[in-house]
């Protein structure tokens, strides 16, 4: 079992739904991030979060740290959101990231 | 700022040839890693410097995976030979320093086919 779960793994929507996008993690963590990587390849970070709740535009991320998860969600979802959405931790420690395996998303217009 | 510059952005190399990849991180960042990112998971980290030290190389395979990063600015990653499942993107990443208030500062990747 990877330590770092998505769900889902793939999510196709129409242009101005509501989307929401799930991680949950079995480690003690420092922080979590939430990262979009588009089709090019390159990552852009979204939010790191350590607790409560965090708002970019139309992004919000939350966190529940007894409840070992987190979500990221999108309002008025547009085509340009399309990308993956990756979930990853950072060990308290060593402050390695583990990454989760990505939600695919593709929003229709 | 600028950000964290990478070359090539694609690679093509058939198995059994050598390959090198080159980061530039963002101006005064003191840490950078290498990840390797194969089709559908997460990025897999290979290595991490803090300046010119390695911090973490245990998931490098060192057999035919090298990297260095000499000044403690630039590094280069080197894989000789090559093998198919090699075929990967790889992303470099830099960081202020590190620590839990340092968010990882992505390139946009190398991808490499192995053919």
């Known amino acids: 079992k990877n330590e770092v779960e998505q769900s889902p793994q793939n999510l196709t929507a129409q242009e101005g739904e509501f989307i929401t996008i799930n991680c949950s993690y079995s480690?003690?963590?420092?922080?979590l991030h939430w990262l979009q990587q588009h089709p090019g390849g390159g990552i852009v970070s979204l939010f790191m979060?350590?607790?409560g709740k965090k708002k970019h535009g139309r992004l919000i991320a939350t966190i529940n740290i007894q409840e070992k998860h987190s979500s990221l969600h999108i309002t008025a979802s547009h085509p340009r959101d399309s990308a993956v959405y990756i979930c990853?931790?950072?060990?308290?420690?060593?402050?390695?990231?583990?990454f989760g395996t990505g939600t695919r998303l593709k929003v229709l217009a | 700022e600028a950000g964290v510059a990478q070359s090539p952005r694609y690679k093509i190399i058939e198995k059994r040839q050598s390959v090198a990849f080159w980061c530039n991180p963002i101006?005064?960042?003191?840490?950078l890693y290498w990840y390797q990112q194969i089709l559908g998971q997460g990025p897999k980290l290979l290595i991490q410097?803090?300046?010119?030290?390695?911090?973490?190389d245990s998931q490098l395979p060192k057999d035919r995976f090298s990297a260095e990063r000499l000044k403690g600015v630039d590094s280069t990653l080197k894989i000789q030979p090559a093998k198919l499942e090699d075929s990967a993107v790889y992303l470099c990443?830099?960081?202020?320093?590190?620590?839990?208030?340092?968010?990882?500062?992505f390139g946009n990747g190398t991808r490499l086919t192995v053919t």
């Open positions: 990443a830099s960081s202020l320093d590190g620590g839990p208030g340092s968010p990882l500062h």
């Open positions: 480690v003690g963590i420092s922080a």
């Open positions: 979060l350590s607790s």
């Open positions: 990853a931790v950072t060990h308290p420690g060593t402050y390695k990231y583990i």
């Open positions: 101006s005064g960042h003191a840490t």
């Open positions: 410097f803090q300046n010119n030290g390695v911090v973490d």
